[in-house]
């Protein structure tokens, strides 16, 4: 039977090829949506790791990770760095990392920051940073640029930079009397790290030396000379990263921080606050899914496009087969077998495009963004995809198969056509 | 000649049709309505009949394709109505070879896959057939070979490759294959020459002898009829109302 079903599929091999190519496309583009979508959810997820909380000024969990991780969004306060001393010597506290926002440059957010911020920060799989080209801040005007700074303004190491005030991208201030140099460029994370300007704390205090209550003092303005002598501790940051010596205290140390008395502060953990922000931003890969899932039903309604319309110059075939002893439920099961073969066909070559499509796009993101994707051995979710497309194609096939055994029934041995 | 109702007892008989009536679903009136209709065993049969007067809805009934609305079909001492579904094309698998018009063959099939294409679904057929040559391949060949064609060089050529006389050709082999008692051919000559046409009717005659087969051989053309052992009018057969007028036989 399977002979039969075999070559009949050979002898019509033009439009079987094209179900089968149909049916391929539909699986290779689910399974490649399945798979950006869980790994979208990972790197998401993985945007910052290895660090226990983050703390803020107190708003929103979602506002605090925006601002403080992805650079979206502005703090509606700051903290002290009172308060930021005071919770980096806690004794739970293996290391802070203090983040100062507010200032961008072209279009690109500038992050006032310590040298713990390449020390510790963690993303992806416990990824470190590392430096493409150059130093970590070695002068109080150096600046790092991460990687996609660098290439899309065509940074190099030694140009000077001037940071603008404020985070608009028009009409802003700028300090021009303080320009920055670039020191050292960052490797690509694929991570909002690549679209941040980083320079020292001190380096934020020195350019807002002149600037008094969000307005630039009117003069001459203070030399840099001048600003390297004086003290340049800031008064206030805008958030911190906590690292702690066990994961075990980090509700202690994060319920600690939210009854702080001396200023109303947030703590969040940031895998948990991800998490609710991709839950918020997620409906749209369920939206791709689902359109995935519908190509998905085109190519199994092509399928019986292509049987269906098969049957009516193969009922010659038919009544042959019953002539010589087939049942009709034979006859079913032979187109039942064909549209299996077909499904088969089709997920096999789906599959081998989708695995080299993802190896394809994980090389590019990889050169491009350095975004560390997941290995791509088949898993158990993109087999259950397979066989709920295969169960799908056997129940699309049997709708012909029951059509050629009602026809082999009525026809009898007349050889219609 | 001379004229015969078929009076003879049911047991001699490889075919008995009695009061048969069958109605495909949209006609208005009945295609089959046949009172009796009996085929002994190991005849040759002429079954004449112009087009639209039944025959092949007839042989549809006879090889069990096709259930009769009402009446007794018996095949081979069997009455198919004591057989269900699967078990009917089975019967029809061990005990009947069908040659059509035209377009016998599945064109995607090789000669040998066509020939031996009643052996799926006939494990009798098949045990026959591999026990008269040793080995269904053989038995292919020399079927081919009989019927005068090239067995080494069709063999494994695909079916639409042939040409149409060729196809008839091979269709009998497959019909023949496992000798089955019953061999019913639903006008095969039609599409021939009368060179070919003749050639064919003598390998299948001395074939179907050679096998002890009964054949129901079906064609408007009345020019074959007296090369058979009987011969039958369907329309008379088929509008016959009372008893001794519902066929007409002719024996040689």
């Not at chain 1, 005071?86 to 279009?107: C, F, K, M, N, Q």
């Not at chain 1, 608009?168 to 700028?174: D, E, M, Q």
């Not at chain 1, 690292?243 to 969040?268: D, H, M, S």
Request: aromatic residues 6%; contains cysteine; neutral net charge.
């Amino acid at each position: 039977m399977l002979d039969i079903a075999w070559q009949s599929l050979r002898n019509r091999w033009s439009t079987a090829l094209l179900a089968v190519f149909a049916i391929a496309i539909s699986v290779a583009l689910i399974l490649t949506v399945d798979q950006v979508r869980r790994d979208a959810r990972t790197a998401f997820v993985q945007t910052v790791s290895g660090t226990d909380l983050v703390v803020g000024a107190r708003s929103g969990a979602v506002q605090l990770l925006l601002y403080s991780v992805f650079r979206i969004g502005n703090a509606t306060n700051n903290m002290s760095w009172q308060s930021a001393t005071e919770i980096a010597e806690r004794r739970e506290v293996a290391w802070t990392i203090p983040l100062s926002l507010g200032d961008s440059y072209r279009g690109y957010r500038v992050l006032g920051t310590n040298q713990g911020y390449f020390t510790h920060y963690r993303f992806g799989r416990d990824r470190q940073l590392s430096l493409s080209d150059g130093v970590v801040f070695d002068d109080l005007f150096d600046v790092v640029l991460g990687s996609e700074v660098a290439r899309e303004l065509e940074h190099k190491l030694g140009d000077q930079i001037i940071i603008a005030h404020g985070t608009g991208s028009v009409g802003l201030a700028t300090h021009d009397n303080q320009p920055f140099k670039v020191a050292g460029i960052l490797a690509p994370t694929g991570t909002p790290v690549d679209r941040t300007v980083h320079v020292s704390l001190e380096g934020i205090e020195a350019v807002h030396v002149d600037w008094r209550n969000g307005m630039q003092v009117q003069g001459e303005g203070t030399s840099a000379d001048v600003i390297r002598d004086m003290d340049l501790e800031p008064s206030e940051i805008t958030a911190m990263m906590v690292g702690l010596k066990t994961r075990g205290t980090v509700f202690r140390v994060q319920r600690a921080i939210n009854n702080y008395r001396a200023e109303p502060l947030l703590a969040i953990l940031p895998g948990v606050a991800l998490q609710q922000l991709w839950d918020l931003v997620g409906v749209a890969e369920t939206a791709l899914l689902a359109v995935s899932a519908v190509v998905v039903l085109a190519g199994l309604i092509n399928l019986i496009s292509v049987l269906l319309s098969s049957l009516a110059e193969r009922r010659r075939e038919m009544a042959i087969l019953r002539s010589a002893g087939a049942s009709p439920g034979t006859i079913f099961r032979l187109l039942c077998l064909e549209s299996t073969l077909l499904a088969l066909a089709g997920i096999v070559a789906g599959f081998v495009l989708h695995q080299l499509t993802i190896q394809l796009v994980s090389a590019i993101l990889s050169t491009r963004f350095g975004m560390d994707l997941p290995s791509h051995l088949p898993g158990v979710s993109e087999l259950l995809l397979c066989i709920a497309i295969l169960v799908g194609a056997i129940i699309a096939g049997a709708i012909p198969a029951w059509r050629a055994y009602r026809q082999s029934l009525a026809d009898g041995m007349a050889q219609r056509t | 000649m001379r004229q015969e109702t078929q009076e003879t007892s049911p047991t001699a008989a490889l075919i008995n049709l009695e009061r048969v009536r069958f109605s495909w679903t949209a006609a208005p009136s009945p295609t089959i309505d046949i009172k009796q209709f009996r085929v002994e065993a190991g005849k040759r049969v002429f079954l004449r009949g112009p087009s639209g007067s039944g025959k092949t809805t007839l042989l549809s009934l006879v090889a069990a394709v096709i259930p009769p609305d009402k009446g007794v079909i018996e095949i081979a001492g069997t009455d198919l109505s004591t057989l269900q579904g699967a078990a009917r094309d089975r019967f029809r698998a061990d005990h009947m070879g069908i040659v059509f018009q035209q377009f016998n063959l599945l064109p995607f099939l090789s000669v040998a896959q066509n020939v031996t294409l009643p052996c799926r679904f006939s494990s009798a057929r098949r045990q026959r057939a591999q026990a008269d040559s040793g080995s269904l391949e053989a038995e292919v060949c020399r079927l081919l070979l009989a019927l005068k064609l090239d067995a080494g060089a069709l063999l494994h050529r695909p079916a639409m490759s042939l040409s149409v006389g060729q196809q008839q050709r091979v269709a009998v082999a497959r019909a023949l294959i496992g000798r089955p008692p019953l061999v019913i051919a639903d006008e095969p000559t039609s599409a021939l020459d009368t060179d070919t046409r003749d050639a064919f009717l003598e390998l299948l005659f001395k074939e179907i002898d050679a096998t002890g087969a009964s054949l129901l051989f079906v064609s408007h053309d009345k020019g074959l009829a007296e090369r058979f052992d009987q011969q039958l009018d369907l329309p008379t057969l088929n509008r016959a109302e009372t008893p001794g007028a519902d066929m007409t036989l002719q024996d040689r």
